[in-house]
């Protein structure tokens, strides 16, 4: 069994930062793609930005030039970097990651998410 947990989110004033982390453990043999998405209140999940194995990153249109991915992949972990935060950005983030494990089987895992509140 694989676990991702998530941290880091908080409440911060329009303009802010914060910065998300993503802990993979368990049965990993390895890490395919790494991602983040959100969902506000009344709609539906979206994605926020992912990063493969190899350091090839998408974003959504709403947070490029202000969200950076990245990851560690000698410690399973992926970071979700937020800048110039926006009310819009309130949500709940989720990790997940496609992670192969000690069988050879590649499957998708989700954190439990954390929650990000942007008000003054």
């Known amino acids: 069994q694989v676990q991702l947990v998530e941290s880091g989110g908080g409440l911060v004033q329009p303009g802010g930062s914060l910065r998300l982390s993503c802990v993979a453990s368990g049965s990993i043999s390895s890490i395919n793609a790494m991602g983040w998405y959100r969902q506000a209140p009344g709609k539906e999940r979206e994605l926020v930005a992912v990063?493969?194995?190899?350091?090839?990153?998408n974003w959504a249109d709403s947070v490029k030039g202000r969200f950076t991915i990245s990851r560690d992949n000698a410690k399973n972990t992926a970071y979700l970097e937020m800048n110039s935060l926006k009310p819009e950005d309130t949500a709940v983030y989720y990790c997940n990651a496609d992670v192969f494990d000690g069988l050879g089987r590649l499957r998708r895992y989700w954190g439990q998410g954390t929650q990000v509140t942007v008000s003054s």
């Open positions: 990063i493969s194995s190899g350091g090839f990153r």
